[in-house]
């Protein structure tokens, strides 16, 4: 038993096939198979059922896994320990993030990140909320971010900082010429929404509820599984919706999309940083540390510009 071939088999258990296994580490999936066989002919067992196109843990797999990543954690925290020593910060950072953090707060952060750290290596896998923090609560993921807090998940969560929903229409609707919209006239609209699970989606529904209208109520000609999709949707004439100002600012500004007027005050939600019960990697305090900066930044910039 060694280290790669523990990578390897808690590699295959979190993607969940040999083949996104080796494309994942850039190896050969033959070479993926090799390790997980000399595996088990070292514990002399069968760790993973292979039939009908799915791979799942067998009982010795489900005993070795907890075991397999409190391995690979250790080893990790002591090439942190080691790289300590030096100012230099390196390894892999993985990040789960849902979908508005991940498409859109987590990249425009990351290029200055990787100026200051450059010998970091990060991976960002994008899924909503609930799936970023099971990540994160797995050991799959060093750090989350999210639109959305569940206390009662396996996980520490720290504000990071405010983003604003905003209400979008065509330039054809003739919301886009309306001022000081009611709540009450929107659950008339046609509307496009987030699927369930995700952050904006739950805090939108919250919204409408505050002021009245029950989102199982509205008329929903579809929902869509990111904030890009229904800017697009929004622009093609489909309806209304609600997005984050990260979603938005772009087609606002190009005039392809407007923002609806509502008499209401501003819908905010949070963005949160979501950390495992354990020791972090210095990679994922240091980005951390440069994400909570960044959205501070991008935060006050926004209002700057929304009082001019």
Not at 93 to 98: E, M
Not at 205 to 224: F, I, K, N
Not at 282 to 289: K, S
Request: a negative charge; one cysteine or more; charged letters at 20%.
């Amino acid at each position: 038993m060694n280290v790669t071939q523990l990578r390897a088999f808690v590699s295959v258990v979190d993607l969940g096939s040999f083949s996104e296994a080796a494309r994942h580490s850039g190896i050969s999936q033959p070479a993926v198979t090799m390790q997980i066989k000399a595996l088990e002919t070292d514990v002399r067992a069968t760790l993973l059922d292979r039939r009908y196109h799915r791979v799942e843990l067998t009982e010795a797999g489900e005993a070795l896994l907890p075991y397999a990543r409190s391995v690979l954690a250790e080893l990790a925290r002591a090439r942190e320990d080691i790289s300590a020593l030096s100012d230099t910060i390196t390894g892999r950072l993985t990040i789960a993030a849902s979908t508005t953090p991940g498409d859109y707060v987590i990249p425009r952060a990351l290029g200055d990140f990787l100026k200051l750290h450059p010998q970091v290596q990060v991976e960002i896998s994008v899924q909503d909320t609930a799936e970023a923090v099971a990540a994160v609560a797995a050991g799959r993921a060093d750090f989350g971010v999210c639109g959305a807090a569940d206390t009662s998940a396996k996980v520490e969560f720290e504000e990071l900082g405010c983003d604003e929903l905003y209400v979008i229409c065509s330039p054809s609707s003739s919301l886009a010429r309306r001022k000081a919209v009611p709540f009450a006239e929107l659950a008339e609209a046609d509307w496009v929404t987030r699927e369930a699970g995700s952050g904006t989606g739950q805090v939108a529904r919250a919204a409408l509820e505050r002021h009245g209208v029950d989102p199982d109520e509205l008329r929903v000609l579809v929902e869509l599984g990111s904030g890009e999709a229904i800017v697009n949707a929004i622009e093609g004439g489909l309806g209304i919706a609600m997005v984050s100002r990260y979603v938005a600012d772009k087609a606002l500004a190009q005039g392809s999309i407007c923002r609806v007027d509502v008499a209401a005050p501003a819908v905010t939600r949070s963005f949160f940083a979501v950390m495992p019960k354990v020791t972090q990697t210095r990679a994922a305090i240091a980005f951390h540390t440069h994400l909570r900066h960044a959205i501070e930044c991008e935060t006050a910039l926004s209002a700057e510009n929304a009082a001019q």
